[in-house]
């Protein structure tokens, strides 16, 4: 039987940019107590843009955590006062430098609900202009636009092994 955990205590642990931690006390069905480590998390966006000659907008980076440069979908972190929509757009024109005539949510998602209430918001773009990009001072990144047939075949190759790209890519498949 599933049933709701119910917080006895919740003590914050750290408070950083981008996230908080917090490790909650919770009383359990068996009358046991858990310690349960939450990160809070504001939310982010993954942009699956696409070009008229059905090229998918990528960029790559490195993510320090994974000690790796990923291909990704353009993305970023959902701040304070802003809708997922309106980060999108500011997302995609600080990376790319695109503008966009539609944007339509296709999936939205937790990414590690284990641990973590991050939420991702999926959005297809379509309808691109070119533009020139505005990169935070501590990113670094490179642009691309690559066929949709390799980026799937990327995806299957573990060469593209980002989250949101790969459920941003696989969900394409049925929009396109």
Not at 44 to 67: F, M
Not at 99 to 111: C, E, N, Q
């Amino acid at each position: 039987m599933i049933t709701k955990e119910t917080t006895v205590s919740s003590d914050l642990i750290y408070t950083g940019k981008t996230i908080q931690l917090r490790v909650d006390t919770v009383e359990v069905p068996n009358k046991g107590y858990q310690k349960r480590e939450i990160i809070e998390h504001k939310g982010a966006v993954g942009i699956l843009a696409i070009t008229e000659d059905k090229k998918v907008v990528l960029v790559k980076q490195y993510r320090k955590a994974v000690e790796q440069v990923l291909y990704e979908l353009p993305a970023g972190k959902i701040e304070i006062g802003e809708t997922p929509l309106d980060c999108a757009k500011r997302e995609l024109k600080e990376e790319t430098g695109y503008t966009v005539d539609s944007l339509k949510l296709i999936h939205k998602y937790y990414a590690t609900p284990g641990f973590s209430n991050q939420q991702v918001f999926i959005y297809l773009a379509k309808g691109l202009t070119p533009g020139e990009s505005h990169l935070e001072e501590d990113e670094f990144l490179e642009v691309y636009e690559i066929d949709l047939a390799e980026a799937y075949k990327m995806v299957y190759e573990n060469e593209i092994c980002d989250s949101k790209t790969v459920i941003g890519l696989l969900l394409s498949k049925e929009l396109i």
